[in-house]
């Protein structure tokens, strides 16, 4: 194989990654992988890594975990409006979550000041615990990722939309602030 300039300090590699355990996971996995450039081939075998065969710099690894980046540097860039209205906070969760979808986006992330506060608005009893999603540190609510923000008043909620629905942090676009 002749390398051009631009793959000359790249060496073809292979480099395994651990099979996400869902099928939401394997295409979020799948898709971080192919965002790399110079991949060659991926292997998927039923209980084995995923096989990545790639032209890489001496600095680059395939990671599966996006940048991170904390609630406040995302409600810092993204783009954040206060969405009020009369009716019940229920009805207010899904008129926020119809307002992202008529701009192209879903639901994807919700910070709130407070759990226990939000649990009470939409009257969860506090016995009722709120399931984590696997491998994360967030809890699934409405099928949103939602995550207790400390800088956050009690009784606000920032609905979060993002272009695709499991999309990581760094990539929402719109907030909506709801005041409970």
């Known amino acids: 194989m002749t390398l051009t300039k ?24 799948l898709r971080t992988i192919l965002a790399k450039p110079f ?20 600095h680059d690894s395939i990671l599966l975990e996006d940048p991170e ?14 969405f009020a209205s009369s009716v019940s906070f229920k009805e207010l969760l899904v008129d926020a ?23 009470d608005f939409v009257g969860l009893p506090k016995i009722v615990s709120l399931p984590f999603i696997e ?19 009690e009784g606000v909620v920032i609905i979060l939309g993002s272009e695709l629905l499991d999309a990581p942090l760094f990539e ?5 602030k709801l005041v409970l």
């Open 6 to 29: 631009s793959t000359e300090s790249l060496r073809k590699t292979v480099e395994l990654v651990e099979m996400p355990k869902t099928f939401d996971g394997l295409l979020g996995a």
């Open 39 to 58: 991949i060659h081939s991926l292997f998927l075998e039923v209980d084995k890594p995923i096989k990545v065969v790639w032209f890489k710099a001496a």
């Open 69 to 82: 980046e904390s609630p406040e540097e995302v409600l810092a860039k993204v783009d954040l409006e206060e």
């Open 97 to 119: 979550s119809l307002y992202l979808n008529q701009k192209g986006l879903f639901a994807t992330y919700m910070f709130a000041g407070s759990i226990d506060v939000l649990k």
């Open 135 to 153: 491998n994360t540190g967030y809890h699934n609510f409405m099928g949103m990722r939602l995550v207790e923000v400390s800088s956050l008043p």
């Open 172 to 176: 929402v676009q719109k907030g909506l």
